[in-house]
């Protein structure tokens, strides 16, 4: 092993480790594993660290709002209404009435998300990096809900993502979100013959 490679990893080792455990949450949450929570509030804590560092402070916070949506999903898939054949708490579509609550919430997260990096931080992307928060803020709570149509939103935030991550050069990061669109794809594609299988039962 070179002394560059060895180096490298010796200051990049947490992001390193919290890409391996996001690309373990993202499998367990496309098979919709219980695992998928635990496994998340590791990334959560270990990108706290990484964000904080890299001077991107909107998704530092999202850190830390997804180790409480963590617990609280990890309850809901524990202690929510399961289907008779997989006793798995059902996947579902989202309703008409929720889509048109989440539309004004998700901008208004954004809008406070973006006031506070311009007023208050040295963020060096601000739009971008609140955009994709509150994005993400939202979407996590769908998952949380098991709501399908989070896949199409991580789509999105993941490509959008992985453009920043290269402009901060974390390139661990970036290779993660790259594969997170990929698995995002193959999320909502699973996840709609769940949802298939169970309007059939």
């Known amino acids: 092993m070179s002394d560059p490679l060895i180096n490298w990893l010796s200051h990049n080792y947490i992001e390193l480790l919290g890409a391996i455990f996001g690309t373990i949450y993202i499998y367990f949450s496309i098979k919709q594993k219980i695992l998928t929570w635990p496994t998340g509030l590791l990334t959560s804590i270990l990108y706290v660290y990484v964000f904080f560092s890299s001077k991107f402070y909107a998704d530092m916070s999202l850190q830390l709002y997804y180790v409480g949506i963590s617990i609280y999903g990890w309850i809901y898939w524990i202690k929510g209404k399961k289907t008779v054949s997989t006793k798995k708490v059902a996947v579902t ?64 935030v993941d490509l959008f993502s992985a453009g920043l991550y290269i402009y901060k050069e974390l390139w661990p990061t970036t290779i993660l979100f790259v594969i997170y669109t990929g698995m995002a794809v193959l999320g909502y594609i699973q996840w709609k013959k769940d949802l298939q299988a169970e309007r059939n039962e």
């Open 93 to 156: 579509q989202i309703t008409k009435h929720t889509l048109l609550l989440l539309i004004p919430i998700t901008a208004t997260i954004y809008f406070i998300i973006l006031q506070i990096l311009l007023n208050y931080t040295d963020s060096p992307v601000p739009y971008m990096d609140s955009l994709t928060t509150a994005f993400s803020i939202v979407a996590t709570w769908m998952l949380a809900r098991k709501i399908i149509e989070h896949w199409i939103i991580w789509v999105f």
